[in-house]
């Protein structure tokens, strides 16, 4: 390759001559972001359920207390249909 076709090729192009812009004056645009009111509303869920504990306590020493009493009863009937309906719930 010869250098002075090199040269006449940049001359072509004009890639030695680099124009800087200006930056426009009265220019009002800017950058606005927008969560939607469903956004909001899943947020507000998330950190309701991150304050619920995984437990809930009361109803727990309330069925031990029940144990305890003898006063505690639950169908075999009652079990069963919860035991399928959860199977089929996590199937679908």
Same mark, same amino acid.
């Given at each position: 390759?010869? +250098?002075?076709?090199?040269?006449? +090729?940049? *001359?072509? &192009?004009? !890639?030695?001559?680099?124009?800087?812009?200006?930056? %426009?004056?009265?220019?009002?645009?800017? =950058?606005?972001?927008?969560?939607? @009111? !469903?956004?909001?509303? &899943? @947020?507000?869920?998330? *950190?309701?359920v991150a304050h619920t504990p995984d437990i809930r306590e009361d109803k727990v020493n309330e069925i031990k *207390?029940?144990? %305890?009493?003898?006063? &505690? =009863? +639950?169908?075999?009937?009652?079990?069963?249909?919860?035991?399928?309906?959860? &199977?089929? =719930?996590?199937? %679908?």
């Amino acid at each position: 390759m010869r +250098v002075d076709a090199l040269n006449k +090729v940049n *001359q072509l &192009y004009n !890639t030695n001559n680099v124009k800087s812009t200006a930056k %426009a004056k009265g220019s009002s645009f800017s =950058d606005k972001l927008e969560i939607s @009111q !469903t956004a909001k509303d &899943y @947020q507000v869920a998330k *950190q309701a359920v991150a304050h619920t504990p995984d437990i809930r306590e009361d109803k727990v020493n309330e069925i031990k *207390q029940r144990m %305890a009493s003898g006063t &505690y =009863d +639950v169908s075999v009937e009652e079990i069963a249909d919860k035991l399928v309906n959860k &199977y089929f =719930d996590e199937l %679908a």
